[in-house]
């Protein structure tokens, strides 16, 4: 056997052994998918960059439309994110809601934890990301609306807790009409 057939085989012996070694781990029940245990190393690190490239890969295609970022569809986006996302990724002004810290993984603060690139923000948004709490927003919602939220994402990190307050102050009393909205300050 030549030397190059001997590296190949050892190589696909290893590659059987970790296979069936996270098999048996699957099959025994032995992985712990409680999300109130954090991962370990190279589980953390397998989902992070799985998502990373697969996000960057599939974002690729995205044109931003024409119009992005004017005043009227930032002021929609506002609205929008007041209603469905700052219960989890909490927003300037709002204490941690229960859901926020039962979440893991966690929903980053997209108010300070917020460098995406907009497409991939859009194609998060609209996708939502498996095995995590984001849901995917496309399945209910129009690509203008998922875009004006975007927009708004963009503006987020800039914004004080008043300038928030106001801007989402209609969002705000929908809410309050149907019950209250977690966490935020009063
Ligand atoms: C039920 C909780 C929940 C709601 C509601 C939710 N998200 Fe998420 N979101 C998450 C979680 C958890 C992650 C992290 C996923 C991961 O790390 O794989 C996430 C990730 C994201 C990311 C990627 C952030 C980054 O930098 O990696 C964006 C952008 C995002 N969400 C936007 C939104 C927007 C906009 C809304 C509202 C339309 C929303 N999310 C609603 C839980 C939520």
């Known amino acids: 056997m030549s ?6 085989s050892i ?7 970790l296979s069936l070694a996270y098999a048996a781990i699957e099959i025994s029940g032995g992985y ?3 999300a109130d245990t954090p991962h370990g190393a190279l589980a953390f690190w ?9 996000v960057a ?10 119009g992005f970022g004017s005043d009227a569809q930032v002021k929609e986006g506002a609205s929008e ?13 709002m204490e941690r809601t229960e859901i926020s810290q039962g979440l893991y993984p966690r929903a980053p603060e ?10 991939q923000q859009f194609w998060i948004i609209k996708h939502g990301i498996k095995m995590s709490g984001m849901p995917a927003w496309g399945v209910t919602h129009n690509d203008a609306i998922l875009w004006s939220i975007v927009a708004f994402l963009q503006k ?9 307050r106001d801007m989402t102050k209609d969002a705000a009393e929908d809410h309050d009409a149907m019950g209250h909205m977690p966490g935020m300050e009063r």
């Open 110 to 119: 997209l108010a300070h934890d917020n460098d995406l690139p907009p497409a």
């Open 46 to 54: 397998l989902a992070d960059t799985t998502r990373d490239n697969s």
């Open 11 to 17: 190589a696909l012996l290893a590659v059987l052994a």
């Open 156 to 164: 987020l990190p800039t914004l004080s807790p008043q300038h928030y």
């Open 32 to 34: 712990d998918v409680a």
């Open 57 to 66: 890969s599939r974002a690729r295609g995205i044109i931003i439309p024409s």
């Open 3 to 8: 030397k190059n057939w001997k590296y190949l």
């Open 81 to 93: 994110y007041a209603e469905m996302c700052a219960q989890c990724h909490l927003a300037p002004g």
